[in-house]
């Protein structure tokens, strides 16, 4: 019998955090796995730490590559990855004890199964989510039920073969799992079975990218481009108002970061969100329109919060 899931974890400098997220998979109560450690040039003892674990546990194997980011880091787990399905997990994070086999269980007739993060779970009972439902909330992100998140969450393999799922930039560091689930959603073809059980323990720290991370302008015009290119032309008007709605989220962080600094305005990423709005008529609610059209300091601090 085959490994049935393969655990990807890719690991950079999380000395602090990767025993015991090696011991949430290794206490699972599903056993069929293996554990990929994809130490990304670690500077710290990760490394090292990883290799002590994968001693203690015969399923871990440790993959040592240069420094890539996360992306590749995942995509070189990948590339070892014997298992039918794929489970990605983050070196800071942990998996509660009966995950994987909560995971495993639903995975019967269909290529994507969905789980609640600590304790976040949206019902009591699974569903089933159409395609075209869980493609619109990987490109808008406002579905509580369907985070855009890699991990909690399990894939077949052949979502990821042949399609470039991970031919990220680099440059991309905040919104990259958002752009490898757009790109599976569009290359799967069956409903989406979201679980009403939580199977990932998220940990907040200061030193996380999310915490670190200041939207500017530049990065969401790049971003948003290059999300719009995994949406295939025979879809996009389709996807239009979706796409508007994603832009103009990222828009009220950037003012909100950018301040009184209005230099924004002037940028390609508004032109063309105008442009797009009015192509297809998109009904814009008052807080937006007066951030798209009216911009200013104290219109901005009543409606945003822009201090």
Known sequence: ????VSVIVPVYNAQEWIEECVRSVSGQTFRNFELLLVDD???DRSGELCDLCAASEPRARVIHTPNGGVTAARACGLREAQGEWI???????????SALQDLYEAANGVDIVVGGF???VIGENERMVTVDEYREGMLVG???ALPLSLCGKLYHRRLFEGHGIFDIPRRIVKGEDMMANLRLAFVNERPV????????????????????FVPTIEYET?????LWQYVPDSERSRYMPLWIKSRLKALKHVARSAGYDLSWTAGRFVADLKAHIESIGYR?????RILLYHPSPVLLRLFFGVK
């Open 284 to 288: 814009l609610p008052l807080r937006y």
């Open 118 to 120: 600590d304790g976040n």
């Open 222 to 226: 790049e971003f948003h481009d290059l």
């Open 193 to 212: 079975r979201v679980i009403g059980k939580s199977v990932y323990v998220y940990r907040q720290h200061p030193m996380s990218c999310i915490h670190k």
């Open 41 to 43: 040039g670690s500077r």
């Open 87 to 97: 489970c990605f997990l983050d070196a800071d994070d942990t998996l509660p004890m």
């Open 142 to 144: 406002t579905n509580p």
């Open 1 to 4: 019998m085959g490994v049935a």
